[in-house]
């Protein structure tokens, strides 16, 4: 394809009414595609997408729990006989929503399904992108990085079982997950003319980032020693995620793409 022209279909957008979903979803809505968002919170949903119709986009929408087996098939439902365009999926639990088994369900389990399902439907010229994190990057342990490895080469849940004992645990194991589904993925993608990545916020300025802050003295201290020293908005999340939907990213696939504000430079990570 030409790679000026952008790929022409749905544009899929998860946790739409959250921190990072909402403001991809009125970037997104510029490119004049019909919008599919989805979210648990029907109230928050449908706020946004009357907000956005009464912008002239068009939008629909799916009020329900990515988790559920039923999720991808009712998703792509709504997409009838178009292609997919562009997927931001930013819908996830962070550790003090859930206990870790449900943390890695959302979080991994629910990713994986949902990216087999959206493969075969991509057009050529669109892209994924997956929501990870920086905590992805801080597990020292190589047993436990193999286990994570393990899980995406076909374990699945048996293979990080043992550390599932806590969310704190299980977070950063989903999130490692989604950087290693992301190049696992990338073949498969590319054989479409499509593309795959993730990015890896971190501290936000949102909902879920706040309550996390609150709860953690050890964030709060590393907050404080982040080198733009400041929170990161939902909106430059957003904004490399519209980013790599674009042409301009064309060549970009199978990687994670850090905005954290530095911090993980400084961890030597």
């Known amino acids: 394809m030409n790679m000026a022209q952008e790929p022409q279909g749905a544009i899929i957008i998860t946790g ?11 970037r997104l809505a510029r490119r004049g595609q019909p919008l599919i968002l989805c ?3 029907a109230e928050r949903l449908e706020s946004l997408a009357a907000e956005l119709r009464a912008q002239g986009a068009s939008v629909t929408t799916l009020a329900a729990d990515v988790a559920a087996p039923s999720f991808p ?6 997409a009838g006989d178009a292609r997919i365009a562009a997927l931001i999926h930013t819908a996830g639990l962070s550790p003090t929503m859930a206990d870790g088994e449900r943390v890695l369900e959302v979080n991994y389990l629910a990713t994986e399904r949902l990216v087999k ?3 075969p439907r991509m057009a050529r010229g669109g892209c994924a992108v997956l929501i990870s994190s920086c905590s992805a990057y801080m597990i020292p342990q190589p047993d436990l ?4 490895t393990a899980m995406v ?7 990080v079982a043992p550390y599932l004992a806590s969310p704190q645990a299980a977070y950063p194991v989903s999130k490692l997950g989604v950087i290693k589904l992301v190049a696992r993925e990338a073949k498969a993608f590319g054989a479409r003319g499509a593309r795959i990545a993730s990015i890896s916020p971190g501290f936000i300025d949102t909902e879920m980032g706040r309550a996390e802050e609150q709860a953690s003295e050890q964030m709060r201290a590393m907050i404080r020693n982040v080198p733009l020293a400041r929170l990161g908005a939902g909106d430059e ?12 990213a064309s060549y970009v696939t199978g990687c994670d793409i850090k905005v954290d504000g530095g911090i993980l430079a400084t961890m030597g990570l």
Not at 73 to 78: C, I
Not at 153 to 159: D, H, S, T
Not at 237 to 248: K, N, R, W
Request: glycine fraction near 16%.
């Open 39 to 41: 979210d648990i919170s």
């Open 145 to 148: 990085v193999a286990a994570v």
């Open 16 to 26: 739409a009414a959250g921190g990072m979903g909402r403001p991809a979803a009125l």
């Open 73 to 78: 098939g009712n998703l792509l439902a709504l």
């Open 237 to 248: 999340i957003a904004a490399v995620a519209e980013f790599l939907c674009s042409p301009a």
């Open 117 to 119: 399902a959206v493969e």
């Open 153 to 159: 080469a076909g374990g699945g849940r048996n293979a």
